[in-house]
């Protein structure tokens, strides 16, 4: 399926556009190029803005009380990633190159019972593994 995009006039798969319920076909009006453009510049233009709130008390209570929501929500995800922690700490476990090749990698548990076996991959490709599972349910 095709759309245009109402900013670059470009005519791209559906899948070029971030979905939204706001729209009948269920796809914002602009494709992803378009709005992270927008984004970064909006957010050049504000810098200083984010920048001040995220030094508020206000921003660091809100962000702690949205981790302990998450912990209490997802215990056995908490103890997982803290085993995978203490395990690098002492030597245990050490991280590999993602198979795109990419050094810098991060932790993935395709199984939270079983906290040390994880699949060592890119932030991209540790994106992609969730979306992909987001997308599947």
Not at 13 to 21: A, Q, R
Not at 85 to 97: C, F
Not at 106 to 123: F, G, I, N, T
């Amino acid at each position: 399926m095709k759309k245009v995009c109402r900013t670059c006039e470009r005519e791209l798969n559906i899948t070029s556009f971030h979905f939204t319920k706001k729209s009948k076909d269920g796809h914002e009006h602009h494709c992803k190029d378009c709005r992270r453009t927008k984004s970064q510049a909006y957010y050049k233009k504000n810098a200083e803005k984010y920048h001040a709130y995220r030094r508020t008390d206000a921003y660091k209570k809100s962000t702690a009380r949205a981790a302990r929501a998450h912990r209490e929500k997802h215990p056995e995800r908490d103890s997982a990633w803290n085993a995978v922690t203490v395990a690098i700490r002492k030597g245990d476990l050490v991280s590999r190159p993602c198979a795109c090749g990419e050094e810098e990698t991060q932790a993935h548990h395709p199984d939270y019972s079983k906290p040390l076996e994880v699949m060592w991959v890119c932030r991209r490709c540790h994106h992609n593994i969730h979306m992909r599972e987001r997308m599947a349910t």
